[in-house]
């Protein structure tokens, strides 16, 4: 039997009893019994909050994912107003590729933006590999928050190969992701060197995050929808194995995510994740099928139904706790992250429902 960083919590024996690694989140994760239905929401912290819009009103985004008691702070925000049932890191999935030496920044209202492109094999040769040195910032916040957050677990992240090289190749956020594929198609040596090299940093900075003690990781890969399966599998799904496989003894659950993955659910999962994350697209009880019954789910609901009149948010709750039932396991989330726009405390109201509908009576079972 391990301990983690904190000493309380075994990571491969019994979990302690109420701690994180015994909380409904993890347990859903690893398929077991649950007192009630988890959720949490992507992109939780974030605009929709005006608590976060205050604190980053005077600060850039790459600035405040390196200053651990921001990043603490904002983490913390959401699992105060909302009592969501886990954390998520605030940081971005550029940061560890910035730590890397690679020259970014992001943009308000745009997203990250690259400053030289990657074409060339030397392009790639800068890319450096990372050490927790390179993001001690990330190791810090994360164990403060470890102490801050006490039962509640803690999501660590990370953006998968091909969505950190889409980044990369485009400059800067794409619709077509045409000289990404370009690239891909066009000259498969160097595609797969970049996505090599990209796995590696990916692996060191989620290792980083599982020493300092988060209690599950998931691996965002939000643009892989682009590409067909037999395009996935034979680009990217090597590269997501090797991080996702690269962690199968850390301990932790490992969750994949990407958007407009209805045909990739199955590979996606072969990757190596614990969970798949499923967009607003696929219900979950035809995701189940296409996942296997020996993975959870998350996810499904559409950010925009949080837009909508309150009956129709409860409906879509209950229709997605209801497919939920199908999979061996079950977490609620959305299909994408929280809409700016989102009225937080409609957010507030679905946990409690989420809560309330899916709360098993002792004598249940
Ligand atoms: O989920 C959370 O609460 C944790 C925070 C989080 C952020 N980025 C903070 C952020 C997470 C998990 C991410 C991951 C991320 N970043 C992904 C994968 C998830 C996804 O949404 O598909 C991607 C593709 C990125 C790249 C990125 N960074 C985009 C597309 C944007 C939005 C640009 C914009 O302004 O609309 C960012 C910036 C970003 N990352 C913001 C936040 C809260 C907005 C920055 C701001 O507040 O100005």
Redesign the pocket.
Known sequence: MTTDTTGTVARDGDPRPGGPADSPFIRACRRRPVPHTPVWF??????SLPEYREI?ASVP?LESCRRPELVTEITLQPVRRHGVDAA???????VPVAAAGVDLD?V?????VVAEPIRTAADVERIRRISRDDVSYVDEAVRQLVVELGDTPLIG?A?APF?LASYLVEGG?SRTHAKTKALMYGDPELWHALCARLAEVTLAFLRVQIEAGVSAVQL?D?WAGALSEADYRRFVLPHSTAVLSGLADAGVPRIHFG?GTAELLGAMGEAGADVVGVDWRTPLDVATGRIGADKAVQGNLDPCVLLAPWPVVEAEVRRILKQGRAAPGHVFNLG??VLPETDPDVLTRVVALVHELSSRRADQG
Do not use: K
């Open positions: 992507m992109r939780q912290a974030g605009r980053r985004m998520i890191l605030f940081s971005d999935i550029v992001i308000p209202g745009t997203g990250p992240f953006g969505t956020p965002f939000s958007v994408h992250g």
